[in-house]
């Protein structure tokens, strides 16, 4: 299998917001959504957040289901799976890798570990099966059919690690009829991206679908490090994703085969020395997006091979309905960069820039070997009465290599530092839920689920020398550390739901669950190695879904309030290139969401919606270093050099996030021209654990347009469309590296394209 890793990219989501009423089978649903196009209505917006089809109005979850027009315009500059952040209330997403490592925060909830051993608490799963290394995270999602974001604990019928809430993709599947689409976009640096599909029924009982994706943009930052001087060295990328499917329906019985693959070869996100001004959060005066300062770019390079398969076997007998999901999937990647983000060093005397370098930082993380495999066995009940019930094992096994580098940049990029990684994870589940209804207007769930979770891990540190250069392992073993951790928790979530009337359902739930004990081992620059216990949420929600002005408009809100005991919180840099995980005491958070969508006129729609998260850490024992220079100005108190955090928020964790969206269509010709617009914002967060002035990224808004026109003609439909992705060119420090001086990354440039596509039936 391994030979066959091969691509899999990254386009995506976005779109409409919140749902509809009535129905929960997929036919009732179908008429329900032809009724609304027909009426201009807002259409019905089915769900499997429960692991069933349901209305998304009814269901008793903070769910977000995304699909529809807004979709293109989001997904137009053909970016990763970032260009998400702050398009749904309460989500936020960010990278230190680039294209290759997303970290998700719902609620203020992530984790900023930037090892590939790192667990995350928002889950993420595509096609039924859950992608637990952040590699697979960013695995590129294009062909897809339905985007849902489940906000607050998850953990009865998804399990492990979701205290925060997940992410869910299900891609378009194959069907009997024969449709597809091409489509080619052309723009800012060259870029490219392709995108198509081709299904339809291969004999009366086995259909297929395959999707493509190509997206490739050229290097178009320059280095003028002195000695260094280089043209477009860095930003470019091809990214490379396939995805087979075969569907065979007889009957009561249905199998879903699922083949993808991905290959990316690019460059990381560019680290920029001393970009952000002393004594504020501004880059500095001279910032240009386009230029660069390293000594080590020519030999920073980011690579992704990645493949992975499932089978979905499902049996319709009686009332029950049998499912069986297995899956495995696999990841290599490759990531070198120019840590410290400038040239040179202090001790060179005038040769270092832009501003102080203390020390030049060079290292590369590699994951040469990963291997997961699931397998979920669930029984639901098909009952007419008052109770049904759905319940079900689970079993997850991953195995992770990981090696890292170490680099002497002033010695040519000598090697000078290697580790290599071990761990190994086995986990299994026994879960079950039960709806019951109570009357017309109400209906209770329960669920519950046993986990039981352990981790072995081993670091090994080499001395290299000239004899092993060749064969590392062989090298002499400079240290050894190894750790096991364990535990096992019984999650569980209770929730109502009341229809007010027709157009209006309330609801409430409780719900605990818990996130896996953690490990990190990064002792290149270190000698030991760390871990954190389980951390276990309690969060108690209640919201109202409501569908008003006879279906031409929806206002969903929710409120929400959650304590967390032993958060695993990641100490990220400080005094060395390095991190450490400890626990926290307690964490709280509460805010609200608002999710709304209207049709103003014939021709007119909106969406809005705003999120307010506050978080705050409580654990006045609590500790972590921080760098002691000039350039920094702490706002924490600090004690021998270490910053007390207790009442900080959680790092990258905005209190505010709001989302617009406005697109017009008119009917003009032998077609329809539309134009769209969305603008989203994000308000302050910080980077790290402690609190700094100039780590302190400012608020984003971000602007997007999309014109085109639509046609059919010979059975085909066509588009043409001009697009623009942060309109205005806002650029701010996205997030930073600390321990050496004041290394920012920055929000992508303005970005303007053009795309031409056409559907096939």
């Not at 019930?389 to 002033?410: K, M, P």
Request: proline share 3%; with cysteine; charged share 25%.
């Amino acid at each position: 299998m391994k030979a066959m890793k091969r691509s899999t990219l990254a386009t995506l989501i976005n779109a409409t917001l919140f749902s509809a009423v009535a129905g929960t089978s997929f036919s009732s649903l179908a008429v329900e959504e032809e009724t609304a196009k027909k009426s201009n209505q807002l259409e019905v917006i089915q769900v499997t957040a429960r692991k069933r089809v349901e209305n998304a109005q009814e269901v008793p979850v903070a769910v977000s289901a995304l699909q529809g027009d807004n979709l293109d315009a989001y997904s137009s500059a053909g970016m990763d799976i970032r260009f998400m952040n702050a398009k749904i209330p309460s989500l936020a997403i960010e990278s230190s890798y680039g294209r290759t490592f997303p970290r998700f925060y719902v609620r203020g909830l992530g984790n900023t570990d930037f090892d590939l051993n790192a667990s995350q608490p928002v889950s993420l799963v595509v096609d039924d099966i859950v992608q637990e290394n952040a590699i697979l995270k960013g695995f590129p999602v294009f062909d897809v059919e339905r985007v849902e974001v489940l906000r607050g604990p998850q953990g009865t019928l998804f399990g492990r690690n979701t205290p925060a809430g997940l992410v869910k993709f299900d891609s378009v599947k194959p069907s009997q009829e024969f449709e597809g689409f091409s489509s080619v976009s052309y723009g800012t640096d060259s870029a490219v991206d392709f995108r198509g599909a081709v299904g339809g029924g291969l004999t009366d009982n086995l259909s297929a679908r395959v999707s493509v994706l190509w997206q490739d943009k050229d290097n178009f930052i320059d280095n003028r490090a002195p000695g260094f001087e280089q043209d477009d060295v860095l930003g470019g990328y091809t990214d490379r994703a396939a995805r087979i499917q075969f569907l065979y329906e007889k009957d009561d019985f249905s199998a879903l085969l699922n083949y993808h693959v991905r290959n990316m070869d690019g460059t990381p996100i560019p680290f920029r020395a001393n970009a952000i001004k002393s004594g504020t959060n501004d880059l500095v005066d001279d910032f240009d997006y386009k230029v660069v300062y390293h000594d080590a770019a020519a030999r920073e390079k980011q690579a992704v091979d990645a493949e992975g398969m499932s089978l979905k076997l499902e049996y319709d007998f009686n009332d029950y309905t049998i499912t069986s999901i297995s899956g495995w999937e696999s990841a290599e990647v490759s990531s070198r960069g120019d840590i410290d983000g400038g040239y040179g060093a202090d001790f060179l005397g005038d040769y270092h820039g832009p501003g102080s370098i203390p020390f030049a930082s060079e290292s590369e993380s590699v994951m040469p070997d990963h291997d997961q495999y699931t397998q979920e066995l669930r029984l639901a009940s098909n009952y007419d009465g008052d109770i049904n019930f759905q319940t079900g094992l689970f079993y997850f096994d991953e195995s992770v290599t990981i090696e890292n580098y170490g680099y002497n940049t002033l010695a040519g990029g000598a090697l000078n530092g290697y580790v290599n990684q071990q761990q190994d994870t086995k986990a299994w589940a026994v879960f079950g839920s039960v709806d019951y209804t109570v009357s017309d207007d109400l209906k209770l769930t329960a669920g519950l689920r046993y986990s039981d979770d352990e981790k072995d891990f081993e670091a090994v540190r080499k001395t290299i020398s000239d004899d092993c250069l060749n064969n590392l392992m062989q090298c002499t073993t400079d240290i050894t550390r190894t750790a096991e951790v364990s535990d096992d928790h019984v999650s569980w979530d209770i929730s109502a739901s009341y229809k007010l009337n027709d157009d209006v359902n309330l609801y409430a739930r409780v719900a605990n669950t818990f996130r896996a004990p953690s490990i990190q081992g990064r002792i290149t620059f270190s000698d030991k190695i760390t871990t954190a216990d389980s951390e276990t949420v309690t969060s108690y929600e209640t919201g109202i879904k409501s569908d008003v002005l006879d279906g031409r408009g929806r206002v969903n809100a929710s409120i929400y309030y959650f304590t967390m005991d032993d958060q695993q919180l990641t100490a990220v840099g400080g005094t060395a290139n390095t991190t450490s995980l400890l626990n926290a005491d307690k964490t709280t958070g509460y805010g609200f969401e608002l999710d709304t969508e209207w049709v103003l006129t014939d021709e007119l729609n909106a969406t809005f919606n705003f999120s307010y998260n506050k978080t705050e850490l409580k654990d006045d024992s609590i500790t972590i270093p921080v760098p002691d220079r000039e350039t920094l100005h702490i706002t924490d108190t600090t004690v021998n050099g270490r910053a007390i955090i207790d009442g900080n928020s959680l790092p990258n964790a905005p209190e505010f996030i709001s989302n617009l969206t406005l697109r017009y269509s008119k009917e003009l010709a032998d077609g329809n021209f539309y134009a769209y617009t969305d603008i989203s914002y994000r308000s302050k967060v910080n980077f790290f654990l402690y609190e700094a002035v100039e780590f302190e990224g400012k608020p984003l808004t971000e602007v997007g347009v999309r014109a085109g026109y639509t046609w059919a003609q010979d059975d085909n439909e066509y588009e043409v469309a001009l697009f623009a992705r942060n309109l205005f060119d806002e650029q701010v420090a996205i997030g930073a590296i600390d321990f050496n001086n004041n290394t920012a990354m920055v929000n992508e440039e303005r970005y303007v394209g053009a795309e031409f596509k056409v559907n096939f039936f």
